[in-house]
């Protein structure tokens, strides 16, 4: 009998040390402001089971790495420096690092310099051979040539912007469409997307026969995101607080079907609207009010149009950028004048993030993004 009672329980030890062993996580970067020589990238440990952080290492990415995105096989990190001069130019940086994902290393393989300063954006190309630039307060766009490595190779193509009195040019976001049939870019200051190919041999940006859309003045567009299909764009409008839903047809053109208030109803602080998702799963759409505070929640429906499912609090003060995780459970939100990031469990029902169940302490987070 003491046998078995000891079998017994030995199982159950074995059981425990595999159920431990089998705990999934998940690597989670950010990156954010910095002062003096702070090191501004981090990397976290995410606990997919409760919601948890803890930080792995600290990496220096040069000055300000307030975003950046991943190589196709995300094996090297594309930051750029969001500063007005780099190296003694008038340019923006961008700094590219290597990413060992068994041992966790990171270290930085190069940096150059991105003409005119203030880069705020990063995308990577469909293909994996180009970078996208959008760079704020220079009204500026660049695209990056990568070399076989994925080292950036060249500043292939450079536009600046002109103001139109009394609008100033602020380019917020550029990123192609979820199939790199056509790149997008937001300008802030001019109230407009306008629509581009890339010329792959040259790696120069065509601008595409009327393909700039205007918005309402004042509205500030800011970052988008598109449905799986590619044929819906949502847009959140930084100034103006607000949702625009848009069909996209065959030629990559725009047209306004939908517009909606970002904050909740009776709202009447100031407001700066900042990111934009839609969750794992397709059915919910996700933006960050500034200001208010909030992550505010549609519901998709099957023809793309949104309905209000509410809104959450962000955990903290100024979600400059969030994440959902890649099991679609969490939503990640970095605040940047509270200096954390606050975790949220979605509820699968309604879509409203419900918490925060943890929080990590991070100086001024401003993208947070998993390499999974």
Known sequence: MKRKILIFYSILILIGFISAGCKKSERLFAGGFTE?????????????????????SETGAGAN??????????????????????????????????????????????????????PCHISLSADGVFLFLASYTSGSVAVVRLGIDGIPEEVSDTIR??????LVSHPH??????????????????????????????????AVPNGEILVPQGSGPRHFVFNQAGTIMYLINELGSTIMVFNVDKAGILKLIQTLPATSEGYAGKN?????LIGKNGKFLYGSNRGENSVVVFRISTDGSLSLAGHSTCGGDWPRNFVIDPSGKFLLAGNQKSGDISVFRINEKTGIPEGPVFKAIMKAPACLKFIN
């Open 65 to 118: 790495p307030s975003f950046f995105c991943f190589s196709k096989n995300k094996d090297l990190i594309y930051a750029l420096n969001e500063v007005p001069d780099y190296a003694g130019l008038e340019a923006g940086g961008l700094t590219t690092l290597k990413y060992n994902h068994k041992c966790g290393i990171i270290e930085k393989k190069s940096g150059i310099p991105v003409p005119f300063g203030g």
């Open 161 to 166: 912007y002109s103001a139109a009195s009394p």
């Open 36 to 56: 003096g020589n702070e090191k501004g990238l981090m990397l976290f440990e995410f606990n997919t089971g409760n919601g948890n952080l803890r930080l792995i």
């Open 272 to 276: 700066a609207c900042a990111e934009i």
């Open 173 to 206: 976001m550029i990123a192609q469409d979820p199939f790199g049939r056509h790149i997008y870019l937001t300008d802030l200051g001019l109230d407009r997307v306008m629509l581009y190919n890339l010329d792959r041999q040259t790696g120069k940006l065509i």
